[in-house]
């Protein structure tokens, strides 16, 4: 993923110990440009996942004229999740969160049950391109009805998965890790994640 400029504007203000120069926020805290980065990848999935449920909700009540544009949202969403939304979880999973268990041992319990909701996550995202790639016109009137009805569910599922899961992680994940990793394995976690960010 791109990663964004800062999300503070940075002030310069020396550390009194080593004389060190750190960016701050406006409120004096210590900038986490890693965690900037992981906060805007959920913000821009939650955007993706709004537009997904819209788009599977109007497949459910609206008429039979705009099923195509709704599939072709759910299609466009999904496509979303498995790149960005998947580089994201590839991230979390080979760097972020071995980093987080080495220095914050209490986490590991929610970073468990957060990796087996990407495994659930994954697994629906694969069964969703199976029911849209199904769907076509030659199939009998109640077997599309059928199709279109394992899209909603698996679609509705995964809208519930997500959301919960980016919130869990914000709050249980990321905001203890913004509190408690000291600077230095700050940086070196921002180190790390641009790296494999940058990785071809
Ligand atoms: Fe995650
Ligand atoms: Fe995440």
Redesign the pocket.
Known sequence: MVSDPPRFVAEVEPLAKNGECVAVNPNGKVANEFLAQLEEAHKSAFGEIKKFEEAASNLQFEGKTSIGRNLKQVRSSLDFFRSSLLQ??DL??KILFPFLKLHIPKLESVIHL??T??ED?RRNFDDLELFLDSLSNQMSEMDRAKMMKKVQDTATYLVYLLKN??RV?DKGIYEVAGHELKVEEKKELEGAMGKFLSKP
Do not use: D, G
């Open positions: 994201h979880i979390e999973e957060v990796v909701e990407h996550a899961h980016l992680e």
